[in-house]
């Protein structure tokens, strides 16, 4: 089909009486571009290469289901096969865990209950505290998180069993199943009690105990029959491919509604300074400068605060409102151009509204570079994200890994465990890459001035 | 031709321009009537307020730096200046059309040319344009062409699909109207694929499409070759037989008018200075302006001399220092001392001209 196609063109340009037909009735607009496209190779390449990323995320569940790795879950369900002796799951890393010499101090001590639909039994306990009722699943998980990502790990299968006056008590050995992620959705009460040491954390909290039963010095690792990782695993014990395919949907995601919001924002404000000029167009510009000379990293900080601190919907809304310049000073001044033509004049004789005239007569004339710019901000706000996401600002790596974050989460154990940093970080590249390369493309292809 | 009745009747117009450097009295006290079926032609030098003052009929003077001050425009019985925008933007296109002076210019380059007929038909007369069908099988196709390569036979059916629209229809009629050769085709090419004359003509097509009473031809075929020039005013003419509008034509080529207008309106530096029926301008140019303009075109039915072409003298005055006075009077090989003191008024004469004149050419002197 490929040849037929490309020998019907060669034999329409050579006609030169065909060329009018060829123009018009054969290829539409953007038909021409995508023929113009279709030469610039390096655009094609970077089409291919933004293809493959999005069947890479959209495959995300797939991968998660052949690794039998889940994406955002804890580490000790990664580490373990259904197969695995009890008690003897975790991969102690660290060197001086078990080291007699060097004293542990203190260690923290968590375990997990399902979030079954069952408010009673979702939360936290310790052996202290007692049952701690924790509404905000997500808010306890971090904090396990935060301390778990940076210790060694050590399971025992020690239970914790709720009391009726809400108090938790530790049944020893009691339970030998380690069936964590496999299990999250039956209902069980208590998974098992990880112990974990904690070197680098000094701030943990009451939370804290003392290890009295749980450690017994350093145990044999056995993997058992975990499936195979193609990149490895990260530091918490997740494949990084489960997470690099979630994390290319989290990323791609971010980016595209970014950019829609931030070119519907940027498009229709433009026009509007663009088209009415005057006192619009000034207190238009005058915001978009406010926007634009305002430092942003510490706005983003602050605000990823306040937006629900880790939330895609948050980052995307805060990116938009700070992205939407660009466009709108490319649209203002497209329109500014544009408004004088006589084409503008005549559609207002023929009694097209204002709304009409903007958005019907000047905006797909004005389209070309929009598309252009738009094209190139796409790579812009992956980066910022990422930004955000090292920062440790971006959406919560641990539920819903994006790119960024897993940087951040690989820059730990970046001595020990350099390649979750180096896959992510070169996805990152390649798809920004990929993205300037379209742009670049479609800057050449909806360039009216170059010919068919 | 011309009936009574009168159609548009503006009276006291001032469109005044507010810029950093001055205040430009564009059009200034200029008052005339246009009946039905009547042509009109306004003629003057650049930047004499003509254009000014048909924008200012179809109140498309651009704000802030333009306004039109005072004055009153009557539509039939409407005051155009006193009605909401509204109803405005209704007329504009269906009873008050208006061609452009740049026919490369005025039409979107980014749609076809039945679009931009068509666009004028659904706004006033509700006419259906687009297809879901068109839309939806052309967004299929697209992709199709993406990856497979566009089979011509399936365009064409398509083409069909979106001219069969009761827009497109008349988009076609219309443009068969002006003589475009093969219309169907023709209906969806882009401007660009378009030669100067048949922008015109498309342009005089998207004028036509909902058959206004007044037609306002903004300087409509400066910008074309002599052949295309005459081509375009016949057509012009067949219309106004046909259908009966009244046209205002805005030129400063004097032949056009000649061909044309029944009736002449002379304007200098935003003010009518002479305003009278075709035959008496030509036959008998009273104000000296009008003289110097008919007189600097060489005339190949007179005898040759070995004289010089005359010429007005000078420059347009600058419009934010007009001169005191007549305003014509530094450029006027009549000029007195009144002139340099007072303006004269508009005076009507006994067969009905006007002229704004001190010291009128009487028949026969200079």
Known sequence: MATKNKKKKVTVIDNPNEQEVLSSSEYSYIGMVWSRFKRHKLATIGLVLLVFMALFAILAPVFELITGYPVGHSSLAVKMSPFSTPGVVAKITHPDFGNPEKPMGKVDFWFEITPDNNPEKTGFASVKESTFKNPDYRGFYDFNMKAYGNTNVLLTNDQVVEKPDGSAEIVKGGYSEFFIERARNKRI??????????????????????????????REVDIGEAPMNVFGTDGLGHDVLVRLSYGARMTLMIAFVVVILETLMGIFLGALAGFYGGFIDALIMRILELMMTVPTLPIYMVLSRFMGGGSAIGIIIILAAFGWTGVARMTRGMFLSL?????????????????????????????????????????????????????????????????????????????????????????????????????????????????? | ?????????????????????????????????????????????????????????????????????????????????????????????????????EPMTSLNPVYQVGDQIAESLTLHQGLRGWDWGYRLVSWGLFWKWVFTGF???????????????????????????????????????FPHEMSGGMRQRVMIAMAMACNPEILIADEATTALDVTIQAQILELMKDLKRRFGMATVLVTHNLAVVAEMADNILVMYAGKIVEYGTASQIFRQPMHPYTWGLLHSIPRVDQPKTDQKLPTIEGMVPNPYNLPVGCKFHPRCFKATSVCKEQEPPLEKTADGRQIRCWHRITEGGN
Not at chain 2, 19 to 41: I, R
Request: proline content about 6%; glycine content about 8%; charged content about 20%.
């Open chain 1, 189 to 218: 009460v208590v998974y098992n009690q990880v112990v974990t040491y904690s070197p680098t954390f000094e701030s943990v909290d009451s939370r804290t105990i003392e290890v009295q039963n749980g450690y017994k010095g350093p």
């Open chain 1, 339 to 452: 408004r004088n033509q006589e084409f503008t004049e005549a559609a207002r004789a023929i009694g097209a509204s204002p709304m009409r005239i903007m958005f019907k007569h000047l905006l797909p004339n004005s389209l070309a570079p929009i598309i252009v710019g738009i094209t190139f901000s796409i790579g812009g706000v992956i980066l910022t994200e990422s930004t955000l996401s090292f920062l440790g600002l971006g959406v919560n790596k641990i539920l819903t890994p994006t790119w960024g974050g897993m940087l951040d989460e690989a820059n730990k154990y970046i001595l020990d465990q350099p390649w979750p940093a180096v896959f992510s970080g070169f996805l990152i590249f390649l798809t920004v890459l990929a993205v300037n390369f379209i742009g670049d493309g479609l800057r050449d292809a909806l360039d009216p001035r170059l010919k068919v």
């Open chain 2, 1 to 101: 031709m011309t009936s009574t009745e009168v159609i548009l009747d503006i009276k006291n117009l001032k469109t005044y321009f507010y810029t950093s450097d001055g205040v430009v009295a564009a059009v200034d006290d200029v008052s005339f009537q246009l009946h039905k079926g009547e042509t009109l032609g306004i003629v003057g030098e650049s930047g004499c307020g003509k254009s000014q003052t048909m924008l200012s009929v179809m109140r498309l003077i651009q704000e802030p730096p333009g306004k039109i001050v005072s004055g009153e425009i009557y539509f039939h019985d409407e005051n155009l200046l006193k009605v909401p925008l509204l109803k405005m933007r209704s007329l504009r296109g269906a009873a008050i059309s208006m061609i452009f002076q």
């Open chain 2, 151 to 189: 089979p011509r036979e399936t365009k064409k059916r398509l083409s069909r699909l979106k001219v069969e629209t009761p827009a497109w229809q008349r988009s076609v009629e219309l443009i068969r109207l002006v003589g475009i050769p093969d219309p169907e085709k023709r209906v969806f090419n």
